[in-house]
């Protein structure tokens, strides 16, 4: 299960522009948000290489986090 991520944001809001996320750990997110975390992030880039514990669970941005993010142009 992802429980971290390169931008770990931890409630609050916050806008992040022209930066790139990526993730190369086990169970490790580009982006990921809790707590009620509500993040912009405008022309970002965001990947993902390495492994998953479960592999129904390898995103690049958690699920949970999408109903909650902006993406920006």
Do not use: R
């Amino acid at each position: 299960m992802i429980k971290s991520g390169v931008l770990t944001l931890n409630g609050g809001t916050a806008t992040n522009t022209g930066q790139t996320y990526a993730a190369t750990q086990t169970d490790q997110s580009s982006v990921y948000a809790l707590n009620d975390g509500n993040l912009t992030l405008n022309n970002c880039i965001m990947t993902k290489t390495g492994d998953a514990s479960d592999i129904t669970e390898n995103p690049v941005i958690t699920t949970a986090l999408m109903k909650k993010m902006v993406f920006g142009m």
